[in-house]
């Protein structure tokens, strides 16, 4: 098994997994969105997620990090479905500039936060396939010893991200996680 690719290892079994480990989950919703909606024509269940990436663990804390525009329809009802799974929601104004160009992102914050939560936690997941997140897989790892899972979709994560992680859990393979429209 050591010769296969970690992005090809099966996830680990709940057997896998100590009962005490300290876990937080962090979620770029918007890259999960898009990733769902663009492959599956679909939707993620955080609830399922969240209760596959936990696994029999202690949750310390889940944040699910979300652009608020204030045209869209339906965020509201998405909003509370999130907090309903368990999550805790940090939101972000999307800023439109002059000439149109809008931008939101939450790179930066849920780095730090993750960062900042790091020393009591045993375990940090990602959930994101952002490429960018790859400094921060690194450091949690190197410079504060944490067991860091990545979570996303295979086929629009980054390679680079499912390799760093200590263990990268392909969405598609849990059962019940995308719900196809």
């Given amino acids: ?16 997994y100590y ?6 989950i962090f979620i770029d919703v918007q890259n999960l969105y898009h990733s769902a909606k663009n492959l599956y024509h679909g939707r993620v269940n955080y609830s399922e997620l969240i209760k596959y990436l936990v696994r029999g663990r202690q949750l310390i804390r889940s ?6 525009s204030e045209t869209a329809e339906g965020e509201a009802s998405f909003f509370e479905a999130l907090e309903k799974a368990g999550l805790e929601l940090r939101m972000k104004d999307l800023q439109i500039y002059a000439g149109g160009m809008k931008k ?20 940090v997941i990602l959930v994101t396939g952002d490429g960018d997140f790859l400094p921060l897989v690194d450091y ?14 295979h086929r629009s994560a980054s390679g680079k991200i499912q390799e760093a992680a200590d263990r990268f859990i392909n969405i598609e393979d849990i059962p019940r996680a995308i719900m196809r429209k």
């Fill in 1 to 16: 098994m050591e010769n296969v690719p970690r992005r090809m290892r099966p996830a680990a079994k709940p057997s896998e």
């Fill in 19 to 24: 009962v005490n480990q300290r876990v937080g």
């Fill in 63 to 68: 944040l699910a990090y979300v652009v608020k």
């Fill in 104 to 123: 939101a992102d939450w790179d930066v914050g849920m780095a730090v936060d993750a960062i900042r939560m790091a020393s009591f936690l045993d375990v």
């Fill in 140 to 153: 949690l790892k190197w410079g504060q010893g944490r067991f860091v899972e990545v979570a996303a979709f």
